[in-house]
């Protein structure tokens, strides 16, 4: 217990002294390096240098006073990158209309969320941390760094990520408004009419914007449009500043979205989930869509009915780029295995099925730039693991963001909180996931397992 | 306990005592506009002026004049000090060496705010907001109200406080004269304002300070957008934003009114002028150390003056509150430790299993309590002062939720600081009130022993120069029985049964008292329409004719407390409950079945 508050305290001091992130240096050597995008590196080293990939190949030296991991029989590959997630952050919907454009989960992040911890035990250094599905627009979604150990929730940030916004198909926005509130969406075809309702609205207010800057320039005292968050959140998507993310199924609406875009020339989109993707595979190939699945999660209500554990492999050679993501809090933790899923469904190489969880998720956020592979000149975010991260067998060992060490698997305590409760002593994992479980993308699955094993949620 | 005016004490007190006299007495003065329509006589007392001898006068935290003089005169203090000639029209107060200190001023709280009825479901066992609740129904969900929405900036403590509301008299007799309250609500529930905790008809005769500032909270709407945090933050950068707009818009069109339509008036965005201006802060709630940071970060974005509110894990956030330098008022909502559930002692069965995780969760728990009470010290060693909120706190609890602060390393000058000089400055009337000095409100707050002393008792509180006086704890007689010791009196019977209702606003509730025993083996049990079950009584005691005993009941969730507070008289009683943090209520009741 003493050995924790002192660790705790040291990230406490760490977190304070330095307003920007933390960034550190060290040496892993003698490794299997998995490059994800030029190919792999046996018996070598990877040098760090503040937060930063400088050095790749062999017989490299360590700073003075960088510390130096042995890699050797070890596999070192990127930080795996969860495109679909709903940790580090205290608010998953704002369901108390169809379109909420004006939200943002970023304002709410929980660095203290033990889920991205648990995350990082799963060699996971950086997840999309999104609004929920209740709503056809949901709101602003942020991409953090797993950065556990720091109270201060600006440091989760992953800085310069482009902003992405949530939007959702089916039935979970036609039940929330339609069905809860008789109001527009009650339809497939009403969430249509969220969204090109939602793009006029802003292209209106853009204009009554240019027209008041005219204005202004004859006239200071012209009067300015009232200020709309929504609105405007949605011109930026028009703008072309932010990535839509949507929540679908079905082939049908993943189609009809398709169709709203092309309307709007808006040009970046990835479709999340995505049960059915692989009936259009071609068609978003043809647009430059990508797509986030599941390697085999389905059935858990009736538009996930027609699935296949085969979506990733053919979205994959078809030309989309493709990501597996968790959406759980559990599922997480073990994304390499489901990377390794589709080579048994559909015959990946070892790079194709990597890729899905490394640097394809990386160029959904629109990171690959800076994550996602390990190159010269990227961040330092990578995982190391006991044996190849596709065999079953693996076990991450290291996982590190930014070059500092987050996850140290032989330095793992019992109870690695940053704050606890002061009147129950309680570990705490329920809490999260009662708070979360609201309308989120697999409402109800979570209960059926849970009944299923006899667990008894608090 | 009893409040007595001087004159009510000094000569009808004692008549009244004597029932024959009491006709008389009522028969000759009633009608006379002299009398308050409660029929509590509400008389000038002879002399407005008071003296204080030989006192421990605390001018201020860490200065003390010992066997000083103080002379309380017109509402103000005259005098205080050494060597002070006594006018001879003052009355002397038996205070001798006794403390005492500037009225002590709540630096947020709802005190005489009157919870509005829908939550007084007080004594009622409803799950606030448990499953299966009906979301209310919001008239257009993508324009719900401002008041759906729970923004309510434009409502003012003078037109929601209730100036006989019972939670003032609570924290008066603690030595709160003064008080920051607002109204309740969600996001933004309204303007803050400096009252005084004395007594008035109405709102405005206490009101010392219009709009102290903007109360803001992460609190979310019911049903309707915001429902939550990300909401809640969104709505407010647009409200700030539009006043702003608005505000320009008022001014260009005052300029000039041909060239512009008529801006149209709102009574939310209006209410921002002030902080827009810079003229008052937002006050705003950050219990815990995420909201601190966000409310930093909406702050540093909309740039309006800040006081950091209600906040309770200040031990995690104290450098970053350090190089704010915003006021700061910490929360006296403490929790208290878990009680330890001693395991049934079974024979049977002789090996004892040691849970070496929950241990260690324990050990946790009671680590993170530590940083807890430990929040108000830390503070103070970082030298940064702070208030204190009584938001959601039960009055009773207040002064041992300060000791606790002392005991986990805060000095008794920083908690007098927090009580007066550092809530003066904040508000801005330090010249006026905080520190025992000539020509000052006379807010005074007369102790028997140091106030932070276990076994202290406040035994005279002056507000505007008014005295409120009490009475000191019962001191048991050496091998007596204190709570025989009555005056006098005949011990009520309390065995049997009682009926009872609770008045609490919207809703009674009914119910059987039943106690068995007697004297210090009393014990009890109570039914109620609004609870189910049999609740049993504990800490029963008796002391003249008063009885007093707290039960614990659930509500959803949480445990809430109650604290009955009642005079038999004969068959009848009446008195109080106090509610956990809900309000006090009025009980009455009668015997029916006697033992």
Redesign the interface.
Known sequence: ?FK??NILNLL?LVS?AQAQVTKGSLLIKNGTILTVTKGNMENSDLLVENGKITKMGKGLVAPAGAQTIDATGKFIMPGIIDAHSHIGI??V??????S?A????G??L???DLSVYRALAGGVTASHAMHGSANAVG?ECETIKHRYGT????EMRMEGAPRTIKFALGENPMRV?GE??R?VPATRMGVEQVFRKGFEEAKAYMASWETYEKEKVK?P?A??P????RHETMAEILKGNIIIHCHSYRSDEILMLLNVCKDYQIKRLVFQHTNEGFKVAPELAAYGAMASVFADWWAYKFEVYYSTAYNAAILTKNGVVTSINSDSEEYIRHLYHEAAKTQRYGSLSDEEALALITINPAKQLGIDQRVGSLEVGKDADIAIFDGHPLSIYAVPQYTIVDGVVRFNRSKDA??Q?L?????????GFFLHKEQHNHDRCLEGAFENTATFFGLERE | MIIKDLIFSRWIYPLLKKEKVTGFFAFMLMGSCLFAQSGIPELMPVTQTYVLQNVQIVVRPGQIISGGTVIIQDGLIQAAGKDIAIPAHARKIKADSMFVYAGFIEGLSQSGIPRPESAAGATGARTPGGQGQQRPRVSDPWNPTYEESGITPYVRVRDVFKSDDKSIEEMRKLGFTAAQVYPIGRMLPGQASLVSLGTGKNADELLLKENTGLIASFSPASGAFPSTIIGVMSRLRELYKNAARLQEYQKNYSANPLSVNRPVADKCLEAFFPVLDGKVPLIFQSPDMKSVYRVQALKNELKFAVHYADVKEGYYVGDLLKAEGKPIIISLDLPKAAEEKKPVADSSKSIVIKDVEMDALKARTAEELKRLEGQAAKLAALGLPFSFSTVGVKATDIKETIRRMIKAGLTEDQALAALTTTPAAQLGVSNRFGTVEKGRTANLVVSDKSYFDEKSSVRFVFIDGKIFEYEGKPVPKAGGNANAAGKGAEAPKVAGKWSYTIKAPGMNSEGLLTFKGSGSDLTGEWTSSQVPGTNPISNVSVDGNKLSFTSNISMGSRQVSLDFNLIIDGNSLSGTVGVGTFGTFDVSGAKIDGQ
């Open positions: 217990m924790i508050l406490f304070f205290d608010v919907n704002e369901a108390s209309r169809p909420t004006d939200v943002w989960v304002d709410a929980d660095p203290l709101g109270l201060n929730p600006e408004h809860g509130n109001i006239n005292a009067v300015k009232v200020y709309n968050k019992a109870d909180r704050q606890a409760s002061a009147t129950r002593a309680e570990t």
